[in-house]
Structures are given as structure tokens and as C-alpha cells.
């Protein structure tokens, strides 16, 4: 399913150095910090192409926004840094995208193991309808990388890690249906920080949440920036200037610009995002 | 205008008549079932008695009981459940949660709602083939036996019409129906459970085992109980295999021979006698008090167990 | 403090040794190869019905002490005798006829009853009457068919049809087909009520705006919308009816005759079969053999049915999905 038939690449940029979307100030070398790269990343459904000679590096232990209007294909390009496209059958794609070295195009890549590495959050909350407990516990399980005894400190530094200890620490064996749709979100992050990813995806986590709760997720991202690398799409302008570290603006499949945040936000070279960010086309 | 009014009054008409129709419709779906359920009382009530559920068949009337049948329904459905309900539960898993989108799975699919539609009597004809003569491989009139003839665990091949026979032969019967009611279970459970489980690295079986399956399973329960019901009260393939016999004891092993509650009742219903026609309805009651009891406990699970998947 | 846990989380989730991904993949085939054939059981019961049937009614056609068994004499004939007289006459014609009757007396009776009741269920019952009425219908659903056909034995003969006319028999057509669409009267309304239900409100809305009654929509709008639904019920519903086998057994008769008098008795196919399998024709007997064509024709007929209501079901479930 995930092996391109033919390998097609768009003629023009594929020859064009990747974009560095490294912003460390001290200029360190990109393959040290490089976490995701991706080469004339090209991907369709069916027939139909969806992502276009995509070029660009994501560095490691930052956080990274993918902005652009709906259906430009930022969600796909998510699904394929955690193979979740191989869930729908006609997904396929070519050219190459790696996550420190290894090939995520790869046919017999293990993706059990590649999700325990790479954690998802998605738009809306889906906790399972269990407890709050075994909501976190549920990729642990699965995995067993954890020791067993650890377990319920596994749950509780989860927990802290995504701000909602406090607020469930009474009532971890109620069900996670009782909560509220900001801690519900919490939750699916804390549930997937319990199995020890690398990389976070993050599917416009706000945008089925009210201003606290989003204001809750934002200042949660900054935190966890030390200890995971984080894309996440958004579709709020402010958000991707207050939370991230680079951005890259998608276009009908394309990869318009990237670049660090603020200036990619105050002074974009291309004339596309300009009207973007500056909020003249959605 | 004048014309608008009087069109306006016509329709008004129609509409009227049509509720009216549509009422009554229903009332006679009502009354049915509550003349249905009137008649057999007062033809069966009198015949009911501990006596009545304690005693076997007999030639006289009034000594006449239900106990073999009862029992043997009990054990062939015992058997048809524990079939058809995991075979059920098994296809539909395959069908939902593992198959692509294959002309293979199209076919299947379609083999499936086929089989639903056949009748009952020719899944009958089926079983006597294959479990009652093993299709001829194996001789009837001198089986294989294996273990000792009294004990719970003796096993003959070919079965012959004995109560595994028959409880197998009632699961072809509602595999179809088991299997189709399962697989709308599982397409009822919200997709982003199942994306959630396989975003933290489960594989296919585990998002089944721990998420879509305990999901669906308020679900398949009801189903199951409806399969159930109705293959509690399937007279025709049982007919065709042989189990409609004077039966004087209650099964002992899988080998056994056996009768069930809706074949004893035809078999009362059928002869002349008006006294026997009592027994039938007094045999009938008993089989509602079964089913309605059946359909209660698919009430309550549905309104206990069916929590919300998602706030 | 939220990022010191975040990187104790991260150091404690990493702690451990993974399961081995080789016996992961190992079980997780063995299992879907389990669940694969539990699948394709279903296929081989299909193959084994029509294997059987196929078979035995090959071993009836070519019997060698009866040559005036053919193919074409059963299609055809107009006569079944297969246990009176010398000359057993085996033509499938009468047997099909008295299925025929019977189920177009079960139709005509809950056809018409069944649409109307889903039309009320659908379009005007409150939520509440829905549930006491769905919960009925799924009483009478779930009513064994040999009490259908104690009914039609003791009820509807002696206390409905015979006071009406003295022509009525202890067996015949008419009882067993009242009873027999008593009891796919159910299957007739939930089919068609989901039908109905599944023609989006945006329809209905559209057509009051226009100043419709309740009858315009649901005559005019809803039912022609669900009508491939509607048709998929009947269908299924006239297989059961075709299938049915204890209500017959019991009130329509045992012999075969060709008749359009719902008055008179009637056999059908599965009644035919019950009277075999329920007698002491030997095995190796005509009779006994004739019994399975019975059970192929009978299978052919339903299966052409449950076909066509599938596939006339998978288009109207396109056209809203
Ligand atoms: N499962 C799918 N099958 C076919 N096409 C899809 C599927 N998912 C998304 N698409 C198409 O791919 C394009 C990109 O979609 P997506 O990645 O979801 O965009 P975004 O997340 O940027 O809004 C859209 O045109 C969409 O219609
Ligand atoms: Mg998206």
C-alpha cells in the first residue's frame, strides 16, 4: 500500500536544496538536530494527488506548525510520519521521508513499533470509554516498555506532563467520558506521552476546544518542548506564532515557505503566505 | 381563490383519511398479537401445571408433560449458541475490522445475505447430510464411538440425530442472521476509537480485543439474544434431521436423542383430539414465557450496557 | 514542572524491553488466518446447500427403475401424485402453485398493513409510541411459526373464516396465508420503517416549506425516496413466506392440487418436504428423492428472491451514503 507503483517526482524543486527549518541560533549542524527530513515527498489517494515535491527538515526537540488552508494536504503529510495512511487503501506515496535515518516509505517497516515512536493527537478528543486510568495505561500495556512496577508513576509523571494530575488525581478509576472536551484533549496527549514517543503529531488539537482550554494545550506544548519534537497543524494564525519554533505554509500540496517563526509571520518572502498569515485569503 | 379553498378542504380530506389508515393499520398489528395471546391463554391455562413441566409424553392427555422437549430445547440451544455466537462474532471481526475492500469480500458478503434469505428447512436437509451422515463417509448403522456410551463425554461418528446434531443444525440457521447483526455493531463504533488504538501502535487484533470489540459487544448481545430466540423456536430443519421423536428421558451427552418445545407443540397441534390442542397451547405458553424472557434480558442489556462510546 | 514530568515520563515509557515483534506478527497472523476461516465457512455452507440439493436431486432424475422422471416432466407436469395410485405423476407445478397462493395471501394482507404501520412508525408516532409499538413488533417477531400455525388451526379457520363461509375446510389456503403474514407482518414494517427513516429530513423539510400536508410528504416525498428500500423489504419478506414451513404443515392441507380457490386445501413445497421427512418412506425410495428437486427448486426460487432484494437494498444505500 505505502510503496509508490512508480515513483513520480515533480520535475522543478526536486533538485533544490531541502529547506533548513532548523532556527538554533548557534547554527549547529542540520543532520545532528534534523529529526524529520523529507525529499520530493510526493503523495496521492487514488489517483488523485494530494502532496507535491515536498522538501523540508524538521529539527528535533522543537516545535514545528504546518499552516495552509483546508485541504491542502497537512493532515495527510501527518498520516504519513505515523503510517496512518496505510489504514486507508489507497494511499500511496514516493519519494523520501525519514525520521532520524530510518525510511518511513519502507514496505516492511514495523509500524506497531514506528507509532510507539512517533505519538498522534487528533482534532477531536477520542478517549476510549474506560477509565482515566486505563486511558493512560492502554499504550504502556500494549508495549510493555515500560517495567511493570513503574506503571502507576508511568501514569501520574503522564499525567503532571500534561497538566491534568491535579484535576483527576481523586478519580483516575472513573470513566474518561466525565470529562470535560479541554481535559479530554489533555488526556489523549497524556496517553500518548505514556509510551515513550520521540515525535508528536498534533491534528488541530484546539479546534474542537473553547479559549481556556486551547490556552491550556498552548502553554502545554511549550512545556513539553524540551522533550519531544511537536508538529502541529493549526488553523489559528496567533497559535502558530505563540507556540512554535518554525512553520511551514502548505499550498494545494505544495510547500510554499518555511522557516522560523517570526519571520516567516513578519516578513515572508513569498508573496502567497504574506496573504495568508496576514489573513487576505483562508 | 375560491378554487384554492375548496382544494385546500380536499387535501385536508386525504390527509385525515390517510392517518386514519395508517392508524389502523396498526391497531390491527396490536390487536393481533393481543387475540393471538388471549386465545392460547384461555385454551392452555388450565392445562398448566407443575405436573405438566415435570412429566414426560404420553398417550393420555392427562398425564401428558413437557419435560423432554423443555430440557432438550435447553441443551440444542445451549449447543446453537455456543456455535454460531463466537463463529458469528469471528466472521463479522474478519468481515469489519481485517478485509480490504476486495471483490473476495463483496462476494462474501453477498454469500452472506444469501444465506440469510434461505428457508429454514433446507439448512435441515443440509445437516442431515453432514452431521447426521457425515455425507455417507461413515456408516450410520454401525458409527465410531468413542468414550463410554453413559458418560457426559461419549462422541459418535457420525452424530445421527442426536442433540449436538440438532444444536449444530440451528446454528447454520442463525449464523447468518448472528453474523450480519455483529458486523452492524461494529460499524456503529465511532471510527476515531479505532484510529486512536492504531495511533499508539496497536495492531489490528489488539484495536479488536481491547477497543471495537468490548464497543460493540452491548450490541452483539442483543443480536445474539435475537438469533437466539429465533432459533428457540425453529421447528423445520429439526423435523428434517430426525429429532421428532417420542422422547422418554431427558438428554444425557451430546449423543443423545431429543425433542424441542415447537416440535412437541406440532406434533400436539396436529392431531384432532381438542384435548391435545390444550396441551399445545399449554406448551405454547410455556415457549413465550421462554422468549419474552429471552427478549426482556436483550431490553435490559441494550438500556444498561449501551453507555455512550463518545461525550 | 510539567516539562520535569514529561521527561521523567519519557525515561520511565523507555525503561523496559519491548515485546518481540516477530511473535507479535506470528500471533497476529495466526489469529486473522483464524478468523479467515471461520469466514469462509460461510462460503462452504453455500457450496455444501447446493452440492447436497444439486446431488440428490441429480440421483432423482436419473433413477434407472423410472424413466418417466425427467427434468422437463417435472418443470412442466401439471400433476403430483408421488404416493397414490400405480403411476406416481411427479410434475412440481401444483406444489409451486400452493406456495404461490399461500404467499400471495401473506403478501396481500401484510404488504399493505406492514408499509402503513412504518409509514405511522416513521412519520407521525411520537418517540414514545415508537417504542411501545417497535417493542410489539418485536413480540410478534419473535413468535415461533408453529404458533402461527396453531392459530391459523384453531382460530382463524373455525372462528374468522368458517362463520363467513361454509366452504372453508379444516386446511386451507386462506388460514395459513393470514397466518403467514401475521408473522412477516414485523419484518415487513421494521424493513420498510428503516427505509423510510433513512430518507434524510432535508427532504421532508424541503417539501413542507412548500406548504405540503403530512400526506404529500409522506405519500409524495418519503415513500417514492425509499422506495428501492420498501421493495428490498417485500422481497425479503415473501422469501420468508415463501420458506415458511410449520404454518403450512399445520393449516394449509396435504394435497397438492392446482387451485386459485384460497377456500380449498392447498400443499406446498416445504409442506411436501415435512410430509416425507415426517413419514417412513424409505430412503432409497422416489418419493424420498423426490423430495430433494423439491428442496432445489424451492432453494433456486428463494435464492433468485434474496438476490435481488440485496442487491436492490446496496443501491438504496448508496444513494444516501
Ligand atoms: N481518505 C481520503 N481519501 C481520498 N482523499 C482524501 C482522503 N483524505 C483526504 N483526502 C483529500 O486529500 C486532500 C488533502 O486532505 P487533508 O490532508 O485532510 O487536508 P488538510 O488537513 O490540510 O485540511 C483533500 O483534497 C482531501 O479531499
Ligand atoms: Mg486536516
Same mark, same amino acid.
Given at each position: 500500500?505505502?510503496? +509508490?507503483?512508480? +515513483?513520480?517526482?515533480?520535475?522543478?524543486?526536486?533538485?533544490? +536544496?531541502?529547506?533548513?527549518?532548523?532556527?538554533?541560533? *548557534?547554527?549547529?549542524?542540520?543532520?545532528?538536530?534534523?529529526?524529520?527530513?523529507?525529499?520530493?515527498?510526493?503523495?496521492?489517494?487514488?489517483?488523485?494527488?494530494?502532496?507535491?515535491?515536498?522538501?523540508?527538515?524538521?529539527?528535533?526537540?522543537?516545535?514545528?506548525?504546518?499552516?495552509?488552508?483546508?485541504?491542502?494536504?497537512?493532515?495527510?503529510?501527518?498520516?504519513?510520519?505515523?503510517?496512518?495512511?496505510?489504514?486507508? +487503501?489507497?494511499?500511496?506515496?514516493?519519494?523520501?521521508?525519514?525520521l532520524h535515518g530510518i525510511d518511513l516509505l519502507d514496505r516492511t517497516l514495523d509500524v506497531v513499533d514506528l507509532r510507539r515512536r512517533v505519538g498522534m493527537v487528533f482534532?477531536?478528543?477520542?478517549?476510549?470509554?474506560?477509565?482515566?486510568?486505563?486511558?493512560?495505561?492502554?499504550?504502556?500495556?500494549?508495549?510493555?516498555?515500560?517495567?511493570?512496577?513503574?506503571?502507576?508513576?508511568?501514569?501520574?509523571?503522564?499525567?503532571?506532563?500534561?497538566?491534568?494530575?491535579?484535576?483527576?488525581?481523586?478519580?483516575?478509576?472513573?470513566?474518561?467520558?466525565?470529562?470535560?472536551?479541554?481535559?479530554?484533549?489533555?488526556?489523549?496527549?497524556? *496517553?500518548?506521552?505514556?509510551?515513550?514517543?520521540?515525535?508528536?503529531?498534533?491534528?488541530?488539537?484546539?479546534?474542537?476546544?473553547?479559549? *481556556?482550554?486551547?490556552?491550556?494545550?498552548?502553554?502545554?506544548?511549550?512545556?513539553?518542548?524540551?522533550?519531544?519534537?511537536?508538529?502541529?497543524?493549526?488553523?489559528?494564525?496567533?497559535?502558530?506564532?505563540?507556540?512554535?519554533?518554525?512553520?511551514?505554509?502548505?499550498?494545494?500540496?505544495?510547500?510554499?515557505?518555511?522557516?522560523?517563526?517570526?519571520?516567516?509571520?513578519?516578513?515572508?518572502?513569498?508573496?502567497?503566505?504574506?496573504?495568508?498569515?496576514?489573513? *487576505?485569503?483562508? | 381563490?375560491? %378554487?384554492? #379553498?375548496?382544494?385546500?378542504?380536499?387535501?385536508?380530506?386525504?390527509?385525515?383519511?390517510?392517518?386514519?389508515?395508517?392508524?389502523?393499520?396498526?391497531?390491527?398489528?396490536?390487536?393481533?398479537?393481543?387475540? /393471538?395471546?388471549?386465545?392460547?391463554?384461555?385454551?392452555?391455562?388450565?392445562?398448566?401445571?407443575?405436573?405438566?413441566?415435570?412429566?414426560?409424553?404420553?398417550?393420555?392427555?392427562?398425564?401428558?408433560?413437557?419435560?423432554?422437549?423443555?430440557?432438550?430445547?435447553?441443551?440444542?440451544?445451549?449447543?446453537?449458541?455456543?456455535?454460531?455466537?463466537?463463529?458469528?462474532?469471528?466472521?463479522?471481526? &474478519?468481515?469489519?475490522?481485517?478485509?480490504?475492500?476486495?471483490?473476495?469480500?463483496?462476494?462474501?458478503?453477498?454469500?452472506?445475505?444469501?444465506?440469510?434469505?434461505?428457508?429454514?428447512?433446507? &439448512?435441515?436437509?443440509?445437516?442431515?447430510?453432514?452431521?447426521?451422515?457425515?455425507?455417507?463417509?461413515?456408516?450410520?448403522?454401525?458409527?465410531?464411538?468413542?468414550?463410554?456410551?453413559?458418560?457426559?463425554?461419549?462422541?459418535?461418528?457420525?452424530?445421527?440425530?442426536? #442433540?449436538? %446434531?440438532?444444536?449444530?443444525?440451528?446454528?447454520?440457521?442463525?449464523?447468518?442472521?448472528?453474523?450480519?447483526?455483529?458486523?452492524?455493531?461494529?460499524?456503529? #463504533?465511532?471510527?476515531?476509537?479505532?484510529?486512536?488504538?492504531?495511533?499508539?501502535?496497536?495492531?489490528?487484533?489488539? #484495536?479488536?480485543?481491547?477497543?471495537?470489540?468490548?464497543?460493540?459487544?452491548?450490541? $452483539?448481545?442483543?443480536? %445474539?439474544?435475537?438469533?437466539?430466540?429465533?432459533?428457540?423456536?425453529?421447528?423445520?430443519?429439526?423435523?428434517?434431521?430426525?429429532?421428532?421423536? /417420542?422422547?422418554?428421558?431427558?438428554?444425557?451427552?451430546?449423543?443423545?436423542?431429543?425433542?424441542?418445545?415447537?416440535?412437541?407443540?406440532?406434533?400436539?397441534?396436529?392431531?384432532?383430539? %381438542?384435548?391435545?390442542?390444550?396441551?399445545?397451547?399449554?406448551?405454547? $405458553?410455556?415457549?413465550?414465557?421462554?422468549?419474552?424472557?429471552?427478549?426482556?434480558?436483550?431490553?435490559?442489556?441494550?438500556?444498561?450496557?449501551?453507555?455512550?462510546?463518545?461525550? | 514542572?510539567?516539562?520535569?514530568?514529561?521527561?521523567?515520563?519519557?525515561?520511565?515509557?523507555?525503561?523496559?524491553?519491548?515485546?518481540?515483534?516477530?511473535?507479535?506478527?506470528?500471533?497476529?497472523?495466526?489469529?486473522?488466518?483464524?478468523?479467515?476461516?471461520?469466514?469462509?465457512?460461510?462460503?462452504?455452507?453455500?457450496?455444501?446447500?447446493?452440492?447436497?440439493?444439486?446431488?440428490?436431486?441429480?440421483?432423482?432424475?436419473?433413477?434407472?427403475?423410472?424413466?418417466?422422471?425427467?427434468?422437463?416432466?417435472?418443470?412442466?407436469?401439471?400433476?403430483?401424485?408421488?404416493?397414490?395410485?400405480?403411476?406416481?405423476?411427479?410434475?412440481?407445478? !401444483?406444489?409451486?402453485?400452493?406456495?404461490?397462493?399461500?404467499?400471495?395471501?401473506?403478501?396481500?394482507?401484510?404488504?399493505?398493513?406492514?408499509?402503513?404501520?412504518?409509514?405511522?412508525?416513521?412519520?407521525?408516532?411520537?418517540?414514545?409510541?415508537?417504542?411501545?409499538?417497535?417493542?410489539?413488533?418485536?413480540?410478534?417477531?419473535?413468535?415461533?411459526?408453529?404458533?402461527?400455525?396453531?392459530?391459523?388451526?384453531?382460530?382463524?379457520?373455525?372462528?374468522?373464516?368458517?362463520?363467513?363461509?361454509?366452504?372453508?375446510?379444516?386446511?386451507?389456503?386462506?388460514?395459513?396465508?393470514?397466518? @403467514?403474514?401475521?408473522?412477516?407482518? !414485523?419484518?415487513?414494517?421494521?424493513?420498510?420503517?428503516?427505509?423510510?427513516?433513512? @430518507?434524510?429530513?432535508?427532504?421532508?423539510?424541503?417539501?413542507?416549506?412548500?406548504?405540503?400536508?403530512?400526506?404529500?410528504?409522506?405519500?409524495?416525498? @418519503? @415513500? !417514492?425516496?425509499?422506495?428501492?428500500?420498501?421493495?428490498?423489504?417485500?422481497?425479503?419478506?415473501?422469501?420468508?413466506?415463501?420458506?415458511?414451513?410449520?404454518?403450512?404443515?399445520?393449516?394449509?392441507?396435504?394435497?397438492?392440487?392446482?387451485?386459485?380457490?384460497?377456500?380449498?386445501?392447498?400443499?406446498?413445497?416445504?409442506?411436501?418436504?415435512?410430509?416425507?421427512?415426517?413419514?417412513?418412506?424409505?430412503?432409497?425410495?422416489?418419493?424420498?428423492?423426490?423430495?430433494?428437486?423439491?428442496?432445489?427448486?424451492?432453494?433456486?426460487?428463494?435464492?433468485?428472491?434474496?438476490?435481488?432484494?440485496?442487491?436492490?437494498?446496496?443501491?438504496?444505500?448508496?444513494?444516501?451514503?
Open positions: 500500500m505505502t510503496q +509508490p507503483s512508480t +515513483p513520480v517526482r515533480d520535475a522543478d524543486p526536486a533538485t533544490a +536544496p531541502p529547506t533548513n527549518l532548523t532556527s538554533d541560533p *548557534r547554527g549547529s549542524h542540520p543532520s545532528e538536530t534534523t529529526a524529520i527530513s523529507m525529499r520530493s515527498l510526493n503523495g496521492w489517494y487514488g489517483s488523485n494527488q494530494v502532496l507535491h515535491a515536498l522538501d523540508l527538515e524538521i529539527a528535533a526537540k522543537q516545535v514545528c506548525s504546518f499552516i495552509g488552508p483546508s485541504g491542502c494536504g497537512k493532515s495527510t503529510l501527518l498520516r504519513w510520519i505515523n503510517r496512518m495512511n496505510d489504514t486507508i +487503501p489507497s494511499a500511496r506515496a514516493s519519494g523520501t521521508l525519514s482534532q477531536k478528543p477520542n478517549p476510549f470509554p474506560k477509565s482515566i486510568f486505563d486511558n493512560v495505561a492502554f499504550g504502556p500495556r500494549l508495549h510493555r516498555t515500560y517495567s511493570p512496577t513503574d506503571l502507576e508513576e508511568l501514569i501520574e509523571q503522564s499525567l503532571r506532563a500534561s497538566a491534568l494530575w491535579n484535576e483527576v488525581k481523586d478519580r483516575l478509576d472513573s470513566s474518561a467520558l466525565g470529562l470535560s472536551g479541554g481535559q479530554q484533549q489533555r488526556l489523549c496527549i497524556a *496517553r500518548a506521552i505514556a509510551i515513550g514517543p520521540e515525535v508528536l503529531l498534533m491534528d488541530e488539537p484546539c479546534s474542537a476546544l473553547d479559549p *481556556r482550554s486551547t490556552a491550556s494545550i498552548e502553554e502545554l506544548i511549550r512545556e513539553l518542548r524540551a522533550t519531544y519534537t511537536i508538529i502541529i497543524v493549526t488553523h489559528n494564525m496567533q497559535q502558530a506564532s505563540r507556540v512554535s519554533d518554525t512553520t511551514a505554509f502548505f499550498y494545494e500540496g505544495r510547500l510554499i515557505e518555511s522557516g522560523a517563526t517570526d519571520v516567516l509571520f513578519t516578513n515572508p518572502k513569498n508573496r502567497q503566505t504574506e496573504d495568508y498569515v496576514t489573513g *487576505r485569503f483562508g | 381563490m375560491a %378554487a384554492g #379553498v375548496i382544494s385546500t378542504s380536499r387535501r385536508m380530506l386525504s390527509n385525515r383519511v390517510f392517518l386514519w389508515s395508517c392508524l389502523a393499520a396498526t391497531m390491527i398489528a396490536i390487536l393481533l398479537l393481543s387475540v /393471538l395471546m388471549v386465545s392460547i391463554a384461555i385454551e392452555g391455562w388450565s392445562s398448566i401445571s407443575w405436573r405438566f413441566l415435570d412429566s414426560f409424553a404420553s398417550r393420555k392427555p392427562a398425564q401428558a408433560g413437557i419435560k423432554a422437549p423443555l430440557l432438550g430445547s435447553l441443551w440444542v440451544c445451549a449447543i446453537c449458541g455456543l456455535a454460531a455466537i463466537p463463529m458469528g462474532i469471528g466472521t463479522a471481526i &474478519y468481515l469489519e475490522e481485517f478485509a480490504k475492500r476486495s471483490r473476495l469480500k463483496r462476494f462474501i458478503q453477498l454469500n452472506i445475505s444469501n444465506l440469510s434469505g434461505v428457508p429454514s428447512i433446507v &439448512y435441515g436437509i443440509l445437516a442431515l447430510a453432514a452431521f447426521v451422515r457425515f455425507f455417507g463417509l461413515a456408516c450410520a448403522d454401525e458409527p465410531w464411538t468413542l468414550g463410554d456410551p453413559e458418560s457426559l463425554f461419549f462422541i459418535q461418528f457420525p452424530f445421527g440425530p442426536s #442433540v449436538l %446434531a440438532g444444536g449444530l443444525t440451528l446454528a447454520l440457521v442463525i449464523l447468518p442472521i448472528m453474523i450480519i447483526a455483529s458486523q452492524e455493531a461494529f460499524r456503529a #463504533v465511532p471510527p476515531s476509537l479505532r484510529q486512536g488504538a492504531l495511533a499508539l501502535g496497536s495492531t489490528p487484533w489488539q #484495536v479488536v480485543r481491547l477497543v471495537t470489540l468490548p464497543a460493540a459487544m452491548p450490541t $452483539i448481545m442483543t443480536g %445474539a439474544i435475537l438469533a437466539m430466540s429465533r432459533a428457540i423456536g425453529e421447528a423445520a430443519p429439526l423435523l428434517v434431521i430426525g429429532g421428532f421423536l /417420542l422422547v422418554f428421558q431427558t438428554p444425557t451427552n451430546l449423543m443423545s436423542d431429543f425433542t424441542v418445545l415447537p416440535l412437541q407443540i406440532f406434533n400436539w397441534a396436529g392431531r384432532p383430539q %381438542a384435548d391435545f390442542h390444550k396441551l399445545a397451547a399449554a406448551a405454547i $405458553i410455556v415457549q413465550l414465557v421462554v422468549l419474552i424472557s429471552f427478549n426482556s434480558v436483550a431490553i435490559i442489556i441494550r438500556q444498561k450496557l449501551q453507555r455512550p462510546l463518545q461525550s | 514542572m510539567t516539562a520535569l514530568a514529561a521527561r521523567s515520563a519519557a525515561e520511565i515509557a523507555n525503561r523496559g524491553t519491548p515485546h518481540s515483534a516477530l511473535i507479535r506478527r506470528w500471533s497476529e497472523g495466526s489469529i486473522k488466518f483464524a478468523l479467515l476461516s471461520m469466514t469462509l465457512l460461510s462460503v462452504v455452507t453455500t457450496i455444501a446447500i447446493v452440492g447436497v440439493l444439486a446431488g440428490e436431486a441429480w440421483g432423482f432424475f436419473s433413477m434407472a427403475d423410472q424413466p418417466d422422471i425427467s427434468l422437463w416432466s417435472f418443470v412442466t407436469g401439471l400433476e403430483w401424485s408421488p404416493l397414490l395410485g400405480a403411476r406416481p405423476a411427479f410434475g412440481v407445478l !401444483p406444489l409451486v402453485a400452493g406456495t404461490l397462493l399461500v404467499t400471495a395471501i401473506a403478501g396481500c394482507f401484510a404488504l399493505p398493513i406492514g408499509l402503513l404501520t412504518a409509514v405511522y412508525l416513521s412519520e407521525y408516532a411520537s418517540s414514545r409510541t415508537r417504542t411501545i409499538l417497535k417493542g410489539v413488533l418485536e413480540i410478534l417477531a419473535g413468535v415461533p411459526t408453529v404458533v402461527y400455525g396453531f392459530f391459523a388451526l384453531t382460530f382463524i379457520t373455525p372462528y374468522l373464516l368458517q362463520p363467513l363461509s361454509s366452504g372453508f375446510g379444516t386446511y386451507n389456503a386462506m388460514s395459513a396465508g393470514i397466518a @403467514v403474514g401475521i408473522m412477516i407482518l !414485523p419484518i415487513v414494517c421494521s424493513l420498510s420503517e428503516d427505509a423510510l427513516r433513512a @430518507v434524510p429530513q432535508s427532504l421532508r423539510d424541503g417539501a413542507y416549506a412548500l406548504g405540503s400536508t403530512k400526506f404529500d410528504v409522506s405519500a409524495k416525498v @418519503v @415513500v !417514492p425516496a425509499g422506495l428501492s428500500g420498501v421493495i428490498a423489504a417485500f422481497l425479503l419478506a415473501l422469501t420468508r413466506a415463501i420458506g415458511e414451513t410449520m404454518i403450512v404443515a399445520l393449516a394449509a392441507g396435504g394435497l397438492a392440487q392446482l387451485t386459485a380457490n384460497p377456500a380449498e386445501q392447498v400443499q406446498t413445497m416445504t409442506a411436501y418436504m415435512v410430509q416425507i421427512f415426517l413419514g417412513d418412506a424409505p430412503a432409497a425410495g422416489v418419493e424420498y428423492k423426490s423430495s430433494y428437486a423439491v428442496a432445489f427448486t424451492l432453494f433456486l426460487i428463494t435464492f433468485v428472491l434474496t438476490w435481488s432484494g440485496a442487491i436492490i437494498l446496496k443501491r438504496y444505500r448508496e444513494e444516501y451514503d
